[in-house]
């Protein structure tokens, strides 16, 4: 499915950083976006798990305090094998890194970004979507 210009989507942000999100939340709400955000990688599981039926995208930052990125990514794709995962890092990626992750996600981007590159990341993720029915929010 290919995201139409102007479709409402939920997006998950996790980042430890309290700027960081609420930067990403304005720039997702100001482009009509629905966001959910989590700063702890064990609050962003409980989270995941009970929304992700209507989660569309999550972003998840690389370093957290509790868990890392990969951790956080894998616990997502055990709950749901289909989610669209944005992968995001201020951090060098090693080779070892990104083979790990990028099967796992849609795309990496790196900080800092701009909004413009933020919601080109999330247009991607839903683009790149295998599924030939409509948004995720279009489930029950």
Not at 91 to 105: G, I, L, S
Not at 124 to 136: K, L, P, V, Y
Request: proline fraction near 4%.
């Amino acid at each position: 499915m290919t995201q139409s210009p102007g479709q409402r989507v939920t997006v998950f942000v996790i980042d430890d950083d309290v700027r960081m999100l609420a930067v990403c939340r304005q720039i997702l709400e100001h482009a009509g976006h629905n966001v959910l955000v989590a700063q702890r990688g064990e609050d962003a599981i409980g989270t995941f798990h009970e929304h992700h039926p209507t989660i569309d995208v999550a972003v998840v930052d690389w370093k957290l305090p509790d868990l890392s990125g990969d951790e956080i990514i894998e616990q997502m794709l055990e709950i749901d094998p289909e989610a669209r995962i944005v992968f995001f890092t201020g951090y060098a990626v090693d080779e070892e890194t990104r083979r790990r992750v990028e099967p796992k996600t849609k795309t990496l981007l790196r900080k800092p970004f701009d909004g413009q590159q933020l919601l080109d990341a999330i247009q991607a993720a839903m683009g790149s979507d295998n599924h030939d029915s409509g948004s995720r929010t279009s489930k029950g």
